[in-house]
């Protein structure tokens, strides 16, 4: 099983119809999904209040992510698409990622040492951006800030599509290349996490 999620304010913009291509690839590969649009779900952002470190869960709040969790620890394969938003993700794309904070283990020791309840269990990921500038260094910190959390939480980053000069809402469906990469990339995944 996949988890498709793409962060953009935007219902059909270029993330939703980027996450449509890769997930559609996936299908063509035999592998389900499930497609979520963070702009759908009301959740908070952490509030670092670290109950989640004796319970080994969110229990600060009852929100969107109680939602998504089930999600993130059932499926093999995830797939983050955010547009760029000031050289970054999205709030709802860090607000998302923050929130999987709940799955660390920590030791007492300063710094705290660190280890994801969901390493080891040979989990892969996609990651996609989406900017309206030209220049890859206009995406800033997109793609680093998608694959450094991911990889810490433990997944495998098999694929990254950035994608540049992008403006209008859902345009991406007028350059096929695009959306041929991403078909690629769900194809990809759906091979690799049944490898
Ligand atoms: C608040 C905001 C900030 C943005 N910042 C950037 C930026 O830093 N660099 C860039 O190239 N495009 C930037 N854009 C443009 C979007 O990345 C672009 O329109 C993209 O296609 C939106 O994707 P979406 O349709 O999935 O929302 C910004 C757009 C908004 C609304």
Redesign the pocket.
Known sequence: MILGI?G???NK????KMLTAVLAGAQEAGTMSHEVHLRDYKYEPCVGCERCRKAKACTQFKDGMTLLYPHIEQAQGLVLIS?????NVTAWVKAFLDRMYCYYDFTDTRPRGWASRLAGQGKKAVIGA????AEKK???FTLDAMRLPLEAFGYEVVTELPV?R??D??IIAQHEEHLERARYAGRDLAAAISA
């Open positions: 793409e953009s304010p935007r913009g270029n993330s939703h547009p760029v938003h000031n050289y989406i900017a309206e500038q206009d995406m800033g540049l992008l403006f809402r859902g």
